[in-house]
């Protein structure tokens, strides 16, 4: 089993920066994806950026490229979401998850099988 920690989140101003970290334990952290999704009040879960476990590749949800950079540290077992130009909009509970037999890089739930307990990141404008 694996556990996922995020921390980072917090209160930032219109254009502003905030980097995310997801610490896992439990499982070899190299050999699978990792995601970040967020939440945002009333509204459904959404996917927000993937990275793989081996080739590094990279998948953005439209409204966060050019300002969303999602990363890893294979060595320190983290995965960040560093979040550049923030909008209110941004504003979210942001979960980090696992992807344990990732082929490609997914932006269903449903293809996750770990979460976190989520960050708040308030922006505001």
């Known amino acids: 089993q694996v556990q996922l920690v995020e921390s980072g989140g917090g209160l930032v101003q219109a254009g502003g920066s905030l980097r995310l970290s997801c610490a896992a334990s439990?499982?070899?952290?190299?050999?699978?994806?990792m995601a970040w999704f967020r939440q945002a009040p009333g509204k459904e879960r959404e996917f927000v950026a993937a990275i793989s476990w081996n080739t590094g590749s990279t998948y953005y949800t439209d409204s966060v490229k050019g300002r969303f950079t999602i990363s890893r540290d294979n060595a320190k077992n983290t995965v960040y979401l560093q979040m550049n130009g923030l909008k209110p909009e941004d504003t979210a509970v942001y979960y980090c998850?696992?992807?344990?037999?990732?082929?490609?890089?997914?932006?269903?739930?449903?293809?996750?099988?770990?979460w976190g307990q989520g960050t708040q990141v308030t922006v505001s404008s």
């Open positions: 439990g499982r070899t952290f190299s050999q699978y994806a």
């Open positions: 998850a696992a992807d344990f037999f990732a082929i490609r890089l997914e932006a269903r739930e449903s293809e996750y099988d770990a």
